[in-house]
């Protein structure tokens, strides 16, 4: 994982009452059998934010795989932040990953789950992968600014 993309998801803790859940897609690159989350994006103006939801905007998820595809970088899931210490997944993001997962075109194995929770560093952190069955949980440690560990092999999105 990037220092970029942690300081992203930092960026969008909710860490006030006021603060509303933020999401995006999560991009990465592949170095042998690893892959490197380089790129957090969202949330974008035309979201649907609430303080308990999160509801993103589609086609400019859609423009944003394009876009990074174009560019070397891979769709590897996505993340979203929850107004909890240490978050965990809801029905509401098990459904949409699974969903995600089976509506994408994709050569991997699964797809990244990031939930960021309110509490600092790899506490206030939820890393799962679903393999369009179930999640796994990934990250129980640190998470470190290189690769967490990732079971997906090299593909396309």
Same mark, same amino acid.
Request: aromatic share 8%; with cysteine.
């Given at each position: 994982?990037?220092?970029?993309?942690?300081?992203h998801?930092?960026r /969008?803790?909710?860490?006030?009452?006021?603060h509303?859940?933020?999401?995006?897609?999560?991009?990465?690159?592949?170095?042998?059998?690893?892959?490197?989350?380089?790129?957090?994006?969202?949330?974008?103006?035309?979201?649907?934010?609430g303080?308990?939801?999160?509801?993103?905007?589609?086609m400019?998820?859609?423009?944003?795989?394009?876009?990074? /595809?174009?560019?070397?970088?891979h769709?590897?899931g996505?993340?979203?932040? /929850?107004?909890?210490?240490?978050p965990s997944?809801?029905?509401?993001?098990?459904?949409?990953?699974?969903?995600?997962?089976?509506?994408?075109?994709?050569?991997?194995?699964?797809?990244?789950?990031?939930?960021?929770?309110?509490d600092?560093?790899?506490?206030?952190?939820?890393?799962?992968?679903?393999?369009?069955a179930v999640? /796994?949980?990934?990250?129980?440690?640190p998470?470190?600014?290189?690769?967490?560990?990732?079971q997906?092999r090299?593909?396309?999105?």
């Amino acid at each position: 994982m990037s220092r970029k993309a942690l300081d992203h998801f930092d960026r /969008h803790r909710q860490t006030r009452f006021w603060h509303l859940e933020a999401g995006g897609l999560l991009f990465a690159r592949f170095d042998g059998a690893r892959t490197i989350v380089d790129l957090a994006t969202g949330p974008r103006p035309t979201d649907r934010r609430g303080r308990c939801s999160y509801r993103p905007d589609r086609m400019a998820e859609q423009r944003e795989i394009d876009e990074n /595809h174009a560019t070397g970088l891979h769709f590897v899931g996505t993340w979203h932040t /929850h107004p909890e210490d240490r978050p965990s997944p809801s029905p509401v993001d098990m459904a949409s990953i699974a969903d995600i997962f089976r509506r994408s075109r994709h050569a991997l194995n699964g797809f990244a789950m990031v939930i960021v929770g309110r509490d600092p560093g790899p506490e206030g952190m939820y890393v799962g992968l679903w393999d369009g069955a179930v999640i /796994h949980k990934l990250a129980e440690g640190p998470i470190e600014d290189d690769p967490v560990a990732d079971q997906t092999r090299p593909g396309s999105s």
